[in-house]
């Protein structure tokens, strides 16, 4: 079944940025990733704009 694979190349996208922006390593599982799936974002030391970030939410 590949109906949600666009939503997940997206989500793999925005994990990508994530990482690169320079956020802690990302959780393999547990609440801090079921946080990111949610649209919480770790925190990210780097300034971005808002609209940025609400591009990856």
Do not use: M
């Not at 989500?11 to 547990?30: D, K």
């Not at 079921?34 to 808002?50: A, E, F, N």
């Amino acid at each position: 079944d590949y109906s949600n694979l666009k939503k997940a190349d997206i989500f793999a996208l925005a994990l990508t940025v994530i990482s690169a922006s320079g956020a802690e390593p990302l959780p393999t599982n547990g609440e801090k990733w079921h946080k990111i799936r949610q649209g919480i974002l770790p925190h990210i030391p780097q300034v971005l704009s808002q609209e940025f970030l609400s591009l990856l939410k």
